[in-house]
Antibody, heavy 118, light 110 residues
Framework: QVQVVESGGGLVKPGGSLRLSCAASGFTFSDYYMSWIRQAPGKGLEWLSYISGSGTTINYAVSVEGRFSISRDNAKNSLYLQMNSLRAEDTAVYYC???????????WGQGTLVAVSS | QSALTQPASVSGSPGQSITISCTGTSSDFGTYNYVSWYQQHLGKAPKLMIYSVGTRPSGVSNRFSGSKSGNTASLTISGLQAEDEADYYCSSYRTSDTLIFGGGTRLTVL
């Protein structure tokens, strides 16, 4: 069964850092682009970043470029999001998602909550 | 980057059909047919309902259909059921090699 499971969320102070992880199973991880998407409380979905199966192609939303870094370890079937210089407005549920051939997010995790507050 | 434009809310009675619009630009809908739609029930993760404008993933009811004309995409739900009450989001790939979501539409089944 195709599945992704996020972890690593929590409470962090403004200016702090956090690393999210996403464990994938049920598919050949290295064959797929993967992405991070977030949803602030009561707000809509915001795409953040994607990474190609080999890790050679990466792109970010303007809102997080320079502060967030996406990476993957295909040997461990894992996706990561390193988040630095966190701000209150980064408070959100962060989702990991598999990306299909024509750019649909076809498998989502349950999300992990990141709260940025002093 | 501005979100794709969706109505904040739509409503319909059981058995009726409703359509949710999603307006983009020449940088997304005008260039690509990479339009997807997602359903999100309260407190749950989003679920892919439509991709490539009008293709349903396996397991999604054929009451859900998608289309695109120019810079506007649409999701139509026919034979509305109580379980369809949820938030719906469109998304697209863009010429900047990024992705974008719509602001979301809350569907209420009366």
């Amino acid at each position: 069964q195709v599945q992704v499971v996020e972890s690593g969320g929590g409470l962090v102070k403004p200016g702090g850092s956090l690393r999210l992880s996403c464990a994938a199973s049920g598919f050949t991880f290295s064959d797929y682009y993967m992405s991070w998407i977030r949803q602030a409380p009561g707000k809509g979905l915001e795409w953040l970043s994607y990474i190609s199966g080999s890790g050679t192609t990466i792109n970010y939303a303007v809102s997080v470029e320079g502060r967030f870094s996406i990476s993957r370890d295909n040997a461990k079937n894992s996706l990561y999001l390193q988040m630095n210089s966190l701000r209150a407005e980064d408070t959100a549920v962060y989702y990991c998602a598999r990306v299909g051939d024509t750019w649909p997010f076809d498998c989502w995790g349950q999300g992990t909550l990141v709260a940025v507050s002093s | 980057q501005s979100a794709l434009t969706q109505p904040a809310s739509v409503s319909g009675s059981p058995g009726q059909s409703i359509t949710i619009s999603c307006t983009g630009t020449s940088s997304d809908f005008g260039t690509y047919n990479y339009v997807s739609w997602y359903q999100q029930h309260l407190g749950k993760a989003p679920k892919l309902m439509i991709y490539s404008v009008g293709t349903r993933p396996s397991g999604v009811s054929n009451r859900f259909s998608g289309s695109k004309s120019g810079n506007t995409a649409s999701l139509t739900i026919s034979g509305l059921q109580a379980e369809d009450e949820a938030d719906y989001y469109c998304s697209s790939y863009r010429t900047s090699d990024t992705l974008i979501f719509g602001g979301g539409t809350r569907l209420t089944v009366l």
